[in-house]
């Protein structure tokens, strides 16, 4: 047996135990090389190919169906066996057989195999997704697909908005406005997972409870709704306080929790996809309602805050108090107190340690990756990435990217920051020297218009842009909306804007937070925040009268101390006390605080 004929033997694949007798001939095996897009796919030099290449080769499946074929080494062209499959690119991927005796059969036709339920998810889709028009909204982007934050999302209802759909839960209350009461079991499982990693939270119920610290307070809020935010209204609410909610983030939401609040009695204005005008009409439901009057605000970003300035000016003045978490958050509180038109005490959680070391830095160090994986699939190991802003968040994303093996740039305003990021071994530059080899941008500055046009006019192809600061203005997202390109939706939230010589970028959350708009954040560091959000309100609501001027203050560091020990216990860890004579050589206290409120 000469070694052509063996090696014939050798390449044949026998169908037989994959396709019945009535689609393909047992002895008509199939010799598959590795070949670029086809997976089967034979040399046209070889024998018998003028015969598969003749016209009469009709196409055997048609364009999206499957076909089968294996794959083996091509480090040398084997001799084909009696039989050989090719695909004609000029017949559409139309595919044949050519038999021993020359004469061409057609391929069997492959069913596709369509899941029941798959089937029908992609029929109740909205059938405007693929390539959308500029002039589309916000919410109808965001309605396209699931959140991908493993949200169980009906999109049965995508097409209906809230707002024009009454809902009641079990009780037959209806103050609410969310995406779909009937996910409330869903949530309440999310909501009892989070409560395992927010231990101080869940001792904070039981320390302060029977005291009712948070009793009379009418706290209106405006935060990510989240399962973490979930379980931080409930410890409000059993402290005593009443709680009306909105999002402060249009992608953010989780609709099964929000589901599992308005099934627990809370009244809860929002959904995943809000458009912007969406967004304004929760919370003015949230803070608008006959009878009742919001005392405490607790606000990401400052828009409620804003909008009941503005808009309900005598309603802020018998505000007892605010507590604000973001950068552009307190941004606004500082220009208020400095223009003399801030009449109300307010906390600025943000710059406390607790918010900025923890929450800023640990948490964005591990959902940076996440919501980057998550939405790209990229892989970080060799890529090129500059990070807007050596702040905390900066610096967790650096740290993240480094350890995953990316080369990493820096672009900094102050001084000592862009120092610490040459200590840590980041090359600081300027956004335009590196603009046109990086492979990822991620601002992080709660700045405006960090990233420009002219910058993104200039970005390679494929280059993927993105957001981690709280504001979506780092972007200029709306410098992209012209008429020269297009914009295609990829998946949830994520974009491909195409310019006319085909060069394409990819957007991540439309310049929004990418870890809350694209992923989730880790827990255990949300119970830090939301307890020093928790304390923040009890302290301004239970200050006696002159303790807090109209101005802006920062946490006191005995608050800071006391949420840090409440989450000690989880890792099993045990403090060193001080003894009376290395107290008194500190000049401290035994029981703190043991830092300076300046400190930081």
């Not at 779909?180 to 039981?206: C, S, T, V, Y």
């Not at 405006?222 to 999002?247: D, N, P």
């Not at 500055?445 to 390679?460: A, C, F, I, Q, S």
């Not at 990819?506 to 992923?519: D, K, M």
Request: charged residues 25%; hydrophobic residues 35%; proline residues 4%.
């Amino acid at each position: 047996m000469s070694v052509q004929v063996v090696a014939a033997k050798m390449a044949e694949v026998e169908l037989k135990d994959v396709l019945t007798g009535k689609d393909l001939p047992a002895e008509s095996p199939v010799t598959p090389t590795s070949e670029g897009k086809n997976l089967i796919r034979n040399d046209p030099h070889e024998a018998g190919s003028s015969a598969a290449t003749s016209p009469t080769a009709e196409p055997s499946a048609k364009a999206g169906e499957g076909s089968l074929g294996l794959l083996t080494p091509n480090t040398a062209k084997m001799p084909q066996g009696s039989a050989m499959k090719r695909t004609d690119p000029q017949q559409n991927g139309g595919e044949a057989f050519v038999n021993r005796d020359g004469t061409v059969a057609e391929a069997p036709r492959m069913k596709k195999i369509q899941f029941a339920d798959q089937k029908q998810e992609f029929n109740k889709r909205p059938s405007k997704i693929g390539r959308r028009s500029l002039s589309r909204s916000i919410s109808q982007s965001s309605t396209d697909s699931y959140s991908s934050a493993a949200s169980y999302t009906d999109s049965s209802d995508d097409e209906t908005s809230p707002r024009d759909k009454q809902q009641k839960n079990s009780k037959g209350n209806g103050d609410f406005c969310i995406k779909n009461i009937k996910q409330a079991d869903f949530g309440r499982r999310e909501i009892e997972i989070a409560e395992q990693e927010m231990p101080a939270l869940m001792a904070l119920r039981k320390r302060a409870q029977g005291e009712k610290p948070l009793a009379g307070a009418k706290v209106v809020g405006c935060t990510h709704i989240t399962a973490q935010t979930a379980v931080l209204m409930e410890t409000l609410s059993a402290l005593g306080a009443q709680c009306r909610w909105a999002a402060c983030n249009i992608y953010s939401t989780q609709n099964e929790v929000a589901a599992a609040l308005a099934e627990g009695g809370f009244s809860v204005f929002a959904w995943k996809g809000e458009s912007e005008d969406d967004f304004w009409w929760c919370i003015d439901r949230c803070v608008n309602v006959e009878g009742w009057q919001p005392n405490m605000i607790l606000d990401d970003g400052g828009d409620l805050t804003h909008w009941i300035y503005k808009k309900y000016p005598n309603m802020f003045k018998k505000i007892k108090g605010i507590v604000e978490e973001s950068v552009t958050g307190v941004h606004r509180l500082y220009q208020l107190s400095k223009a003399g038109k801030l009449c109300v005490p307010a906390m600025n959680v943000n710059d406390s340690v607790t918010k900025q070391k923890f929450d800023n830095l640990y948490c964005c160090r591990e959902s940076i990756l996440d919501g980057l994986k998550r939405t790209t699939d990229v892989m970080f190991g060799g890529k090129q990435v500059v990070v807007c802003g050596y702040g905390e968040v900066g610096k967790g994303c650096c740290a993240a990217l480094k350890a995953m093996g990316s080369i990493v740039y820096v672009t900094e305003i102050d001084p000592i920051c862009a120092l610490q990021a040459c200590m840590d071994g980041f090359r600081l530059v300027k956004l335009n020297e590196v603009i046109r080899q990086v492979d990822i941008v991620i601002t992080c500055t709660g700045n405006k218009n960090v990233v420009v046009r002219e910058n993104l006019d200039r970005m390679k192809n494929g280059c993927i842009v993105c957001n981690m600061g709280h504001s979506n203005t780092e972007i200029d997202v709306a410098s992209l909306r012209t008429p020269e390109l297009t914009w295609e939706r990829v998946r949830s939230q994520v974009d491909h804007v195409i310019w006319p010589d085909g060069k394409r970028i990819v957007l991540l959350a439309e310049g929004r937070l990418l870890n809350l708009s694209c992923s989730t954040v880790p827990t255990f560091v949300l119970s830090i925040t939301a307890t020093t959000q928790a304390l923040a309100l009890i302290e301004l609501y239970n200050a006696p009268e002159g303790r807090y001027k109209q101005d802006v203050y920062l946490l006191p560091k005995k608050m800071d101390e006391y949420v840090a020990s409440l989450h000690l216990p989880t890792f099993d860890a045990h403090l060193t006390e001080l003894t009376d004579e290395q107290a008194k050589y500190l000049g401290l206290n035994k029981n703190g605080p043991f830092k300076p409120n300046y400190y930081r």
